[in-house]
C-alpha cells in the first residue's frame, strides 16, 4: 500500500504570497530547499492492485496531479468543505472522461449537504455538461475500490472534519488534517497503524489546528509505526524540525512517496 502525499501545506501555502520583493513569504522556511515550497494539503493512497483514493480536492489540484503523474482515481474523500480542501474540485473532470458514471466521492452529511450546495454542477450536471462526480455519506460505506474504509469526527476549532483510515494489502494508512483537539474516537480509529499524517501547523499552539506537541502526541497514542506531519506554514522549516523530532516521525513534503 502506498501514500502519495500530494501538498503538504497550509491554507495559504509556503511561501505565502508577498515577501520583501514579492516572490514570496517564506518566513522561517529556507527558500533553498525544495521540501518547504508547499501546496495545499491532500494524498492520494493506492493498493498493490492500482486503485487509488484521493482525499480533498485542493485549489493546486491540477498542478499535484501533473506533478505525480496521476491522471485517474478510483474515488474521492473529503475531509470538510473547507476551500483550501475543496476549491480545486473543477480539475476532476479530465477524470471523468472515458468513465461509464461519475465519479465517486464521499463525505460527513454536513460535507455532503454543504459541498453540493456549494458544487452543485459538479454533482448534478449542467448545460448539457456530464455530473462530473457523485457525492454520497460516509454511514453505510465500508468498502471502495478493494480498500477499507473507517472514519470518525475531529474538532476543528468551531467546525468538524472528518478523519480517515483507509486498509488494503495487509496494510493501513489513517490521515488526520483539520484538528484542534485529540479525542478517544481519533486514538482508536488509528491504533496500530502502519502510516499516520497528522496535522501539524506550527510549534506554538492554535485555536483550530494541532501544533507539534499535539501531533507527536496523537503519534504516541495510536502507536503508528511511522508519522508524517502535514499541513505546515512558513514557521516550520523542513530541516529544522526535522531535527526536532523522534526517528519514526517525518516531516512531510510535497511529492513524498512511502509504501506501508
Given at each position: 500500500?502506498?501514500?502519495?502525499m ?25 527558500p ?20 487509488r ?14 506533478a505525480?503523474?496521476i ?159 502535514t ?8 530541516a ?21
Amino acid at each position: 500500500m502506498k501514500l502519495i502525499m500530494l501538498g503538504s501545506g497550509t491554507s495559504t501555502g509556503v511561501p505565502r504570497i508577498g515577501g520583501p520583493d514579492g516572490r514570496g513569504d517564506w518566513g522561517e522556511c529556507d527558500p533553498a530547499e525544495p521540501r518547504n515550497r508547499r501546496s495545499r494539503v491532500s494524498i492520494v493512497v493506492e493498493s498493490a492492485a492500482g486503485s487509488r483514493l484521493l482525499v480533498d480536492t485542493t485549489p493546486d489540484l491540477r498542478s499535484q496531479l501533473l506533478a505525480n503523474g496521476i491522471y485517474q482515481v478510483d474515488a474521492v474523500f473529503w475531509t470538510h468543505d473547507h476551500a483550501d480542501h475543496t476549491h480545486g474540485i473543477d480539475d476532476l473532470r479530465p477524470m471523468r472522461y472515458g468513465r461509464g458514471g461519475p465519479l465517486p466521492g464521499y463525505g460527513h452529511e454536513e460535507t455532503v449537504r454543504r459541498l453540493r450546495n456549494r458544487f452543485g454542477y459538479v454533482f448534478a450536471g449542467q448545460h448539457g455538461y456530464s455530473t462530473i462526480c457523485s457525492i454520497e455519506p460516509l454511514d453505510r460505506l465500508r468498502m471502495c475500490a478493494g480498500f477499507g474504509v473507517a472514519w470518525c469526527q475531529m474538532e476543528h476549532g468551531p467546525a468538524q472534519s472528518t478523519a480517515y483510515r483507509f486498509e488494503a494489502d495487509g496494510k493501513s494508512i489513517g490521515y488526520a488534517t483539520d484538528f484542534s483537539a485529540i479525542n478517544r474516537d481519533m486514538v482508536d480509529l488509528f491504533s496500530g497503524a502502519d502510516i499516520l499524517v497528522i496535522d501539524c501547523l506550527k510549534r506554538e499552539p492554535h485555536p483550530t489546528h494541532a501544533h507539534l506537541a499535539m501531533a507527536l502526541e496523537l503519534a504516541e497514542a495510536s502507536r503508528a509505526s511511522l508519522a508524517v506531519l502535514t499541513h505546515m506554514d512558513r514557521s516550520m522549516d523542513y530541516a529544522t524540525v526535522s531535527g526536532e523530532i523522534p526517528g519514526h516521525v517525518l516531516v512531510g513534503y510535497d511529492g513524498l512517496v512511502l509504501e506501508a
